[in-house]
Each structure stands twice: as C-alpha cells, then as structure tokens.
Nanobody, 125 residues
C-alpha cells in the first residue's frame, strides 16, 4: 500500500524559506515520477514541480521557477521541495503526488495515482 506523508509547512513572512518533505511508503519508489502540487483557498489544485525517477530531470510551474527546487532521495524514499523567496501568493496546502505509470522518463505526468493529505504553507507578514 502506498502512502505519502508531507511535512514541513508553517507560517512564514514574505521572503523567507521553507523546506517541505514527503515520506513515501510502498515498493519501487524509484520507479515513479514524483511531484508537488498546491491548492489555495477558492482555487483549483495546480502543479508546482515534478521530478523524474532518479532526479535527472525536473519541471516547474512558471510561478515558482528560480525560487523552488524539487529533489528526491531514493535511498530514503523521500521527496523535497525547497521554497525560497516566498510570497503571499504561495500560500496554499501543498500536496505530494506519485505517478500512476512506472518507468516514465518525463519529470511531469498527466496521471498521478497517489496523494498525500497535504501540509499548509502560509506566507504573511
């Protein structure tokens, strides 16, 4: 059974940094593309960043390029999202997601099968 558990969210001031973590259980973690999504109040869930199986390729939403960095540690079954220069518009619940299809070469999927419960990130002065 696959489970994804996010952590690391919190309340920070604009310009601050946070590092989100996602702990994944279940087999063959390194076989799957992983991603971070976010959902702000009243808005649809949106893609933030994706990473290929071994971390060689990444993909980012335009709104976070240059500020956020996704990474993974397959030995620990972990995915991370380093968020720098945070803005109030980054306020959202952040979700970790696992691809449905194994062995995908792209860092971004159109079909994510497993989701965590999310961690709240609030950027406010």
């Amino acid at each position: 059974q696959v489970q994804l558990v996010e952590s690391g969210g919190g309340l920070v001031q604009p310009g601050a940094s946070l590092r989100l973590s996602c702990a994944a259980s279940g087999p063959s973690f390194s076989s799957y593309t992983m991603a971070w999504f976010r959902q702000a109040p009243g808005k649809e869930r949106e893609f933030v960043a994706g990473i290929s199986r071994f971390g060689g390729s990444t993909s980012y939403a335009d709104s976070v390029k240059g500020r956020f960095t996704i990474s993974r540690d397959n030995a620990k079954n972990m995915v991370y999202l380093q968020m720098n220069s945070l803005k109030p518009e980054d306020t959202a619940v952040y979700y970790c997601a696992r691809d449905q299809i194994p062995f995908r070469t792209s860092p971004r999927s159109t079909t994510y099968e497993y989701w965590g419960r999310g961690t709240q990130v609030t950027v406010s002065s």
